[in-house]
């Protein structure tokens, strides 16, 4: 047993370093010279200089605070319709039989299965006719059709591991079922109901191909950074976005005792 535990720790080192090692690298392109960086032909992987000529030159030339604000409502925006959403509809297929309600979560995950442009270009064609393209509204509603069948699977999980003794109670006590969802189910489902919510913000937040079709001219973070990695500005694009991803990492950290397996498994049975 003392074996296997330390190969299970020796796997987790192993995972967490290649995990890892994106942040490291944006790190040293951040505060490395380029010359020993993205420029040199053998890019050193350890510190050989230190410099913060790139963090105060993205701070000072680089539009990229309205791109970020706009990420932020569009990631706002998914999250809050994915709990809105997500709840009613996993409430009500937790009272389907699994074998229906398992069927009919895998058909809304037919979305994800296709190629975003696929879906992208519709849905932007659409939005032009009625004023949602190059909004950051309109990018959320076009997140939502990646996010929604996530965070119902999440949902439905924790409403299925709630014993039905709970809502038949509540019931029988002379609650409704509207009251009894607002005050006993929710607030007992509220650790899934947060992880749906996160899981939904951070993929909105990392978002690129309904961002690029939906809005080109008013861009989210990820599509503006793209735009300046393309433009020859490596450097300070990876300093703004090491400013901008470090606070993300630390609440993501904080959070991660939400991200437990009984939360994401969905209830599958």
Known sequence: MRLRNIWL???????????LFPIYVLIL?????????????????????????????????????SPVLRSLAAAFIVGGLAVALGIPAGYGLSKLTAK?????????????MMPGLVVAIPIATYFIRVGLYNDYIGVGLAQELVVLPVAVFIILGGFRALPRDLENQALVDGASMWTSLGRVLIPL?????????????????DEFTYAVIVSPASPTFPVKLYNYISRGEPSLASAFALIVTIPVIIIAAILQKYLKGQYLSGGMI
């Open 9 to 19: 720790y020796i796997g987790a080192i192993i995972f967490s370093i290649i995990f």
């Open 29 to 65: 392109i951040t505060f490395v010279p380029n010359h020993f960086t993205i420029d040199a032909f053998y890019p050193s992987l350890v510190p050989r200089g230190f410099t913060l000529l790139y963090l105060v030159q993205s701070i000072k030339t680089l539009d990229l605070l």
């Open 100 to 112: 229906i309600s398992n069927k009919i979560v895998v058909l809304m995950f037919l979305v994800n």
């Open 189 to 205: 489902n509220r650790a899934p109901i947060f992880v749906a919510f996160l899981l939904s913000w951070m993929t909105s937040w």
